[in-house]
């Protein structure tokens, strides 16, 4: 069973403070790994993507890959009000030629 | 450049009614793809195409669900006869293929069937 893990929150951050959003899959045979926010009655928006270990960072998002562990995580640095929205992660198997996404995580910033 | 663009941004019919959903991809993008979002169940990929073939549709729920690409700038998804369990919002997204399948969505269509 090839599945996406996610904490659905809320997860609750004070404004100015680092979020930290994790995910888990279960599947070795992944290699394309994505971050899509989601606003309250919008659709998805792609913020980042990871193929290798280690962090890639664009802006206040950094995103950190362990492919040993079989986790990907989105920290965002210095939070705003603006960040408050659901976080899908989102994993292509490339053998299966597949995407599955978690359910999301829902995080609130604090003003 | 314009996203990519569905409709009808909203549908209300009754149970038993043929309802087709649209999709214009991103100009250039070569792999389009329909998802369902719920409560309950997340976003569930149902099925997508590459460079206008089916690849995939294991995720189709039934046989009343069917989707086409005639072209490279336009996909449907019929749902015939339809069900209240149907209701959902129906996103189309799509991605220039390769290694990254970094996929972009359009505004959704909310289905409510009665």
């Known amino acids: 069973q090839k599945e996406v893990e996610q904490n659905s929150g809320p997860l609750s951050v004070p404004e100015g403070a680092i979020a930290s959003l994790n995910c888990t899959y279960s599947?070795?045979?992944?290699?394309?790994f994505f971050w899509y926010r989601q606003y309250s009655g919008k659709s998805p928006e792609l913020i980042m993507s990871?193929?290798?270990?280690g962090d890639k960072e664009d802006g206040r998002f950094t995103a950190q890959l362990n492919k040993a562990s079989q986790y990907v995580s989105l920290l965002i640095r210095d939070s705003q009000p603006s960040d408050s929205a659901t976080y899908l992660c989102a994993v292509w198997v490339n053998r299966d030629d597949k995407i599955i996404f978690g359910k999301g995580t829902r995080l609130h910033i604090l003003p | 450049d314009a996203g990519v663009i569905q409709s009808p941004r909203h549908e209300v019919t009754e149970m038993g009614q043929e309802v087709t959903l649209r999709c214009k991809p991103i100009?250039?993008?070569?792999?389009l793809f329909w998802y369902r979002q719920t409560m309950m169940r997340g976003l569930e990929l149902l099925i997508y195409f590459n460079n206008n073939v089916p690849i995939d549709d294991s995720g189709m729920p039934e046989d009343r669900f069917s989707a086409k690409m005639p072209n490279a700038s336009f996909s449907t998804l019929k749902i015939q006869p339809s069900e209240p369990r149907d209701s959902a919002v129906y996103f189309c997204?799509?991605?220039?293929?390769?290694?990254?399948?970094?996929?972009?969505f359009g505004p959704g269509t909310r289905l409510t069937v009665t």
């Open positions: 599947d070795r045979g992944s290699q394309s």
């Open positions: 100009s250039g993008h070569n792999s």
């Open positions: 997204a799509s991605s220039f293929s390769g290694f990254t399948y970094e996929q972009y």
């Open positions: 990871i193929y290798s270990n």
